[in-house]
């Protein structure tokens, strides 16, 4: 099993950054990829960055160029850099790790982004 807890969600205006966190432990593959993925209120969950062991990274088109995903793999800990928010990034945003072809979720942290 592995567990992800995220952290550094909240309020903000819009045109502000946040840094959200997730931390991996338990049974991870040092080959797993992590990723971030949002769902705002009555709507699907969404794929927002994703980075793969390596470093390779893939972003929504919707926040190229605003967000920035990075990890610590010394550390199991995939972080996301949001700038210039905007209100509709307001969301639950997730954390996901894939780990031996096995997908995880954390419990979610609440982005709220005020016009």
């Known amino acids: 099993q592995v567990q992800l807890v995220e952290s550094g969600g909240g309020l903000v205006q819009a045109g502000g950054s946040l840094r959200l966190s997730c931390a991996a432990s338990g049974r991870i593959s040092s080959s797993s990829a992590m990723g971030w993925y949002r769902q705002a209120p009555g709507k699907q969950r969404d794929l927002v960055a994703i980075?793969?062991?390596?470093?390779?990274?893939n972003y929504a088109d919707s926040v190229k160029g605003r967000f920035t995903i990075s990890r610590d793999n010394a550390k199991n800990t995939v972080y996301l850099q949001m700038n210039s928010l905007k209100p509709e990034d307001t969301a639950v945003y997730y954390c996901?790790?894939?780990?031996?072809?096995?997908?995880?979720w954390g419990q979610g942290t609440q982005v709220t982004v005020s016009a």
């Open positions: 980075i793969s062991s390596g470093g390779s990274t």
């Open positions: 996901n790790a894939i780990s031996y072809g096995n997908n995880f």
